[in-house]
């Protein structure tokens, strides 16, 4: 469970920001919709979601155990 939260942490960290105001918000969003999102940051989102998910079954199956 620590090695999937410090992995969240680090993948999440190294994301580019997506903080330019408001024209980086009105870009941003049209961005997302139409997929420019390559690359790196590309990996990092689902190596971040990968780990969510066995962060949230580790903590399932804790629960399950201490029951």
């Known amino acids: ?3 999937s939260a410090l992995g969240i942490i680090a993948a999440v960290l190294l994301q580019s920001g997506t903080d330019a105001g ?3 918000a009105i870009a941003g969003g049209a ?3 139409f997929g420019k ?3 790196l940051d590309e990996f990092l989102s689902k190596i971040t979601i990968i780990l969510a998910g066995v962060f949230l079954l580790v903590g399932i199956i804790i629960a399950i155990i201490e029951r």
Do not use: N, Q
């Open 1 to 3: 469970m620590v090695l």
């Open 22 to 24: 408001l024209s980086g």
């Open 31 to 33: 961005e997302t919709i």
């Open 37 to 39: 999102k390559k690359g």
